[in-house]
T-cell receptor, first 109, second 114 residues
Framework: QQPVQSPQAVILREGEDAVINCSSSKALYSVHWYRQKHGEAPVFLMILLKGGEQKGHEKISASFNEKKQQSSLYLTASQLSYSGTYFC??????????FGTGTSLTVIP | GAGVSQSPSNKVTEKGKDVELRCDPISGHTALYWYRQSLGQGLEFLIYFQGNSAPDKSGLPSDRFSAERTGGSVSTLTIQRTQQEDSAVYLCASMPGTGEETQYFGPGTRLLVL
């Protein structure tokens, strides 16, 4: 039931773009995205509720394909502050969440 | 407080001892989750409380793990007869349960079983 994230790790130079994918074998109610910096608790980024819905937050946006049970997180013009581990959390049924194994993102100057 | 708090922040114990981990959710939040995060790993769902309903215990790894939530607020996760593989960061998160489906995480309890 744990979603699969890809890639496992990515290194970017400042200003480059990245895409992180999250795929589930189960039908999903929603997908959540979180970022966790080393030694800190995960911080909520955004939630996607409907098939095909896309949301944005500054230069970070995401899409959710309900039919394919897939979500992608898009980071554009990356900044040093984007470094961290990104987790997708999938909601299989009301309030039952499973998190992916995470994608480590490192932005270098 | 404004956020989710957990105590202790760090716990070192000997194999075979029992430990209790505490979570104080954001006031008014009806949903509360416990997760476990091993070094370099993702978040493993343990248990979920919603209001006064029976908890969803489907994620508890063994019968040594139990949790309760008193008065719909504070929650305690208890691990009996700890094993070395129990070493991890235990994270608690609360959610309003009013349609806003954002989970607010506490800072976690780092458990080390020697």
């Amino acid at each position: 039931q744990q979603p699969v994230q890809s890639p496992q790790a990515v290194i970017l130079r400042e200003g480059e773009d990245a895409v992180i994918n999250c795929s589930s074998s189960k039908a999903l109610y929603s997908v959540h995205w979180y970022r966790q910096k080393h030694g800190e608790a995960p911080v909520f980024l955004m939630i996607l509720l409907k098939g095909g819905e896309q949301k944005g937050h500054e230069k970070i946006s995401a899409s959710f394909n309900e039919k394919k049970q897939q979500s992608s997180l898009y980071l554009t013009a990356s900044q040093l502050s984007y470094s961290g581990t990104y987790f997708c959390g999938t909601e299989l049924k009301s309030n039952q969440f499973y998190f992916g194994t995470g994608t480590s993102l490192t932005v270098i100057p | 407080g404004a956020g989710v708090s957990q105590s202790p922040s760090n716990k070192v114990t000997e194999k075979g001892k029992d430990v209790e981990l505490r979570c104080d959710p954001i006031s008014g939040h009806t949903a509360l989750y416990w997760y476990r995060q091993s070094l370099g790993q993702g978040l493993e769902f343990l248990i979920y409380f919603q209001g006064n309903s029976a908890p969803d215990k489907s994620g508890l790894p063994s019968d040594r793990f139990s949790a309760e939530r008193t008065g719909g607020s504070v929650s305690t996760l208890t691990i009996q007869r700890t094993q070395q593989e129990d070493s991890a960061v235990y994270l608690c998160a609360s959610m309003p349960g009013t349609g806003e489906e954002t989970q607010y995480f506490g800072p976690g309890t780092r458990l080390l079983v020697l």
